[in-house]
C-alpha cells in the first residue's frame, strides 16, 4: 500500500453484487465483466471526485479478477490500493494468514472504500460475519458488492443493521438482442432505518446503463433522521448515570444518560423503548456464563436485542470487545468506601497545638536561656565581687579585716532570680507563661535578654492560645483511609463487582495494586458491604458518586429505623459500627460511556452530538441535578460550632492530675529524706534545726 495514505474517521462502505448465473455462456460472462468493469470505474470516479475516498480495498476471486485490469486502473482517478485475490477454495471464516494480514492492515490505515466482487455468495457471507465479529472490516465504510440472494438470508439479517452505507449492483441481462435495449444495473441499498421483518426487501437507489439515471447520492448519511424508528434501551440502575425513582406505582427513571439519550432522540428523530434485563439486580452489567453467552446489561448488548444501553459503562477494553462505546461524555473518580473511626485524643489537647519538634524546639529554647540567664547573672555578680574586693582593700588593710563574698541579702537587686540554676530555669518557665517577674533584674545585658524573650513568649503563647481554641471548638478528628497505602496496611477485606473489576487489580503495575487484588473480592450487593463497612472489616470499591449515595442511603435507613436517636454518630457508638468514609484518593479516573451494539452505525454522529452536549455544559448540569437530593441528605457535613463540652477539658484533668501525682512523689521523697537521712545525722537536734542548717550551709 501506498505510504501516503491519508487517516480518516470517514466510514463507508460499497458492496457491489453481481449474482453468479450458472447458466450463462461464456461469451455472455465476458460481457458482465465489461460492462461491471464500467459500472465500477464510474462508482470510483464519482466516490474520488467528492472527496470521499482514502484508500480503497478490492476482495475478489478468480472469476471476476478480469474486470481489474489495466483498462480500470487507467480508467480511474489514482487512489492507495490493496488487493485481495481470494481462492476459491479458502474458507473466508477462517482466512488464511496473508488474507488477514492485508485486511487487518486496511483497517489500520483507515480505507473507508471496499470493492467486493465474488462469484461465491456463501463464500461472501462467512467474510462478512468474521469481519462483523473480530472487526476486521470497519462497517461504517461504503461498500460495493455483487447482489446475491444469499446475502439475504434471516440469519445475516443483523449484518445489514450494522453495514448500511452498501450499495448492492443487480446485473439485469437484455433478454431481446437489441441496440437500444442495453443491459443495466439496479443500484441498490439496504431499508435502513427500516428494520427488517422477516424478509429482507432492498431499496433501490439508481440505475446504470451506461451513465446514472437519477443522479443521486448513492451513500447519503442515513444516521442523521431515522424516521421516528423505535429503539430498544437496555438500562440499569447506578448513580448518577441512571437514577430510577418510584411514583405512583411506575418507575421514573431520570440521570445523566437518560438526559442524553433524550436529547440523541430529539436531534436523530429516534423512540427510546426503555426496559430493564431479566434479574438485573443479581446480573447487573453482566458476566459470561458457561456456554459463553452474557448475562445483565452487557448480554443484551452482545446479542443484539438492545441498540442502546445505559448503566455508567466504563470505557474499558473489556466493553470494548462486547459492544461499541460512545466518546466518554465524563470520567469518574473509582475509589473505596471504608470505614472510620472517632479518635478520642481529648487527654492530650495541651500538646496538641504544637507538633513533635516544635516542642522540642520550645524545650531547648527555655533550657538554652535559662543557662543564659544563670551565666549572666553568676558573671555579674562575680563582677561586683571583685570591685568589692578591690575597693575596700586599701580601707581594710589596717584593720586586718578579712573581706568575703557578698552575702544573699547584699547581692544587687533582681540578680538572686537567677543566681542559681534551679531558679534560673523556674523563672525562665514563669516568663514562658506570661508571669511577670517580681523584681527587675540588675545589668542591662539580662535586661536586654529578658525584653526579647519577653517578645519571643508573647508570641509563642498567642500562637498557642489560637490553635488551642481551633481544637477545643472543632469536632473531635477521625482516623480515616485515604491512600491505597494506608487500605493495604489497615489489613481489611476488599471488595467490588464483577471479576473484571478483580483482574483489573490483579494486572495494575503497582505493588498496592497487586496486594489489594490478593485479598478481593466479589460483591453482589452493595447494601450488605455497607453494612460489613460498618463493622470496620470491609472496604467497598465503586464511583465515588455511587458511594455517596451508598453511604447516604445507610445513613437514612438508621434514622428511620432508630428515629429516637438524633445523633447517628451516637447511634453508631451504641452499636459498635462506624461511619462510611470515601477515600480521598482516586484509584483511578475512568471515562464514562454510552453504549450501543457491535459496529453500529449510530455511532459517529451519536459522537458528534455528545461532543456538543460536552462543550456547552449539560453533563455537569445534569450531573449536579442527578446528585443534589443525596447531597442535600447528607448529614455528615454539619455546621461546626464553638461548643466546649466536658468531653474536651479532659486535658485539664490530666494536667491537674499530673500535677497532683508529682506533687505527692514530691513530698513522699522529702518525707523520705527527712526521716532516713537528715534524722540520722550525728549533727542534728530536733531543738535546734537552724543552728543545724547554718553550720550544713558553712560546710557547702
Known amino acids: 500500500m501506498a505510504g501516503n495514505v491519508v487517516k480518516t474517521v470517514l466510514t463507508a462502505v460499497v458492496i ?44 475478489c476471486d478468480a472469476v471476476y479478477l478480469n474486470v481489474f485490469g489495466g483498462d480500470f486502473f487507467r480508467s480511474t482517478f489514482a487512489v492507495p490500493l490493496v488487493m485481495i485475490l481470494v481462492e476459491e477454495n479458502e474458507d473466508l471464516l477462517s482466512p488464511n494468514y496473508d488474507t488477514l494480514e492485508t485486511l487487518w492492515q486496511a483497517r489500520t490505515d483507515g480505507c473507508n472504500l471496499y470493492i467486493i466482487i465474488m462469484a461465491n455468495g456463501l463464500q461472501l457471507t462467512r467474510l462478512l460475519k468474521f469481519g462483523d465479529r473480530y472487526r476486521i472490516l470497519d462497517t461504517r465504510a ?82 442523521g433522521n431515522l424516521n421516528g424508528e423505535v429503539l430498544n434501551v437496555v438500562y440499569f440502575e447506578h448513580l448518577p448515570s441512571v437514577v430510577v425513582r418510584k411514583f405512583n406505582g411506575t418507575n421514573e427513571v431520570g440521570g445523566v444518560e437518560i438526559e442524553i439519550l433524550n436529547t440523541l432522540a430529539k436531534k436523530m428523530n429516534f423512540v427510546p423503548k426503555l426496559y430493564q434485563p431479566i434479574n438485573s439486580h443479581i446480573h447487573k452489567w453482566g458476566e459470561r456464563c458457561s456456554n459463553g453467552s452474557f448475562s445483565g446489561l452487557l448480554g443484551e448488548v452482545d446479542s443484539g436485542r438492545a441498540d442502546v444501553a445505559l448503566g455508567n459503562l466504563q470505557y474499558t477494553p473489556y466493553h470494548l470487545e462486547l459492544s461499541d462505546l460512545s466518546n466518554p461524555y465524563t470520567s469518574q473518580c473509582w475509589t473505596f468506601l471504608t470505614p472510620e473511626a472517632l479518635t478520642d485524643n481529648s487527654w492530650k489537647t495541651l500538646i496538641l497545638p504544637f507538633n513533635l519538634y516544635m516542642w522540642i524546639a520550645v524545650l531547648l529554647v527555655l533550657l538554652v536561656t535559662g543557662l543564659i540567664f544563670y551565666g549572666l547573672a553568676n558573671y555579674y555578680i562575680n ?4 570591685k568589692n574586693l578591690k575597693n575596700e582593700k ?34 525562665t518557665y514563669g516568663m514562658l507563661l506570661v508571669v511577670s517577674l517580681p523584681k527587675l533584674p540588675t545589668g542591662w545585658s539580662i535586661r536586654l535578654l529578658t525584653g526579647w524573650y519577653w517578645l519571643y513568649c508573647i508570641l509563642l503563647v498567642v500562637s498557642y492560645r489560637a490553635s488551642m481554641t481551633a481544637i477545643l471548638a472543632n469536632p ?27 483482574k483489573f487489580f490483579e494486572g495494575s503495575l503497582d505493588e498496592m495494586g497487586q496486594k489489594i487484588a490478593e485479598r478481593f473480592e466479589n460483591v453482589d450487593n452493595p ?45 453508631n457508638d451504641k452499636r459498635g459500627e462506624r461511619n462510611l468514609h470515601i477515600m480521598s484518593d482516586c484509584v483511578v479516573n475512568i471515562p ?6 457491535k459496529n453500529t452505525p449510530l455511532k459517529p454522529l451519536a ?66 529524706h527527712w526521716n532516713f537521712i537528715v534524722k540520722r545525722d550525728p549533727s542534728f537536734d530536733k531543738y535546734a534545726v537552724d543552728i543545724y542548717y547554718l553550720n550544713k550551709n558553712k560546710k557547702t
Open 607 to 672: 459522537d458528534v452530538y455528545i461532543r456538543r452536549i460536552i462543550e456547552v455544559g449539560l453533563v455537569g448540569k445534569w450531573r449536579n441535578d442527578a446528585m443534589y437530593k443525596i447531597r442535600a441528605m447528607d448529614t455528615t457535613e454539619q455546621e461546626v460550632k464553638a461548643l466546649i463540652n466536658l468531653k474536651k477539658l479532659y486535658c485539664a484533668f490530666v494536667a491537674l492530675a499530673i500535677g497532683y501525682l508529682l506533687s505527692f512523689l514530691c513530698l513522699f521523697g522529702e518525707y523520705i
Open 394 to 427: 586599701h580601707y581594710n588593710f589596717k584593720s586586718n579585716k578579712k573581706v568575703g563574698k557578698l552575702s544573699e541579702d547584699a547581692k544587687p537587686v533582681g540578680l538572686y532570680l537567677f543566681g542559681e540554676i534551679t531558679n534560673s530555669i523556674l523563672y
Open 476 to 502: 473531635e478528628p477521625r482516623v480515616t483511609i485515604d491512600t491505597l497505602k494506608e487500605l493495604v496496611n489497615s489489613k481489611i477485606a476488599c471488595g467490588g463487582w464483577g471479576l473484571q473489576t478483580k
Open 142 to 223: 461504503k461498500f460495493i458488492m455483487l447482489h446475491d440472494i444469499r446475502l439475504f438470508h434471516s440469519s445475516l439479517h443483523y449484518i445489514w443493521k450494522r453495514i448500511v452505507n452498501v450499495v448492492f449492483l443487480k446485473y439485469h441481462r437484455n433478454m431481446i438482442r437489441s441496440a437500444k435495449n442495453k443491459p443495466w444495473f439496479d443500484l441498490l441499498t439496504v431499508p435502513f432505518p427500516n428494520p427488517i421483518k422477516g424478509v429482507f426487501i432492498s431499496r433501490r437507489v439508481d440505475t446504470w446503463s451506461g451513465k446514472f439515471h437519477y443522479k443521486r447520492d448513492l451513500f447519503a448519511d442515513k444516521t
Open 527 to 571: 447494601e450488605k458491604a455497607a453494612e460489613k463497612i460498618a463493622k470496620g472489616v470491609f472496604a467497598y470499591y465503586d464511583c465515588s458518586d455511587f458511594l455517596k449515595y451508598l453511604s447516604v442511603k445507610r445513613k437514612i435507613d438508621m434514622k428511620l429505623n432508630n428515629s429516637s436517636t438524633k445523633d447517628v454518630d451516637e447511634f
Open 383 to 386: 563582677l561586683l565581687n571583685y
Open 16 to 59: 457491489i453484487g453481481v449474482q453468479a448465473d450458472v447458466g450463462v455462456s461464456i461469451n455472455s460472462l465476458i460481457q458482465i465483466r465489461k460492462d461491471l468493469e464500467s459500472v465500477l470505474i464510474d462508482l470510483l470516479n464519482d466516490l474520488v471526485r467528492k472527496d470521499d475516498v482514502t484508500c480503497l480495498v478490492i476482495i
Open 592 to 597: 464514562i460511556s454510552i453504549g450501543f451494539h
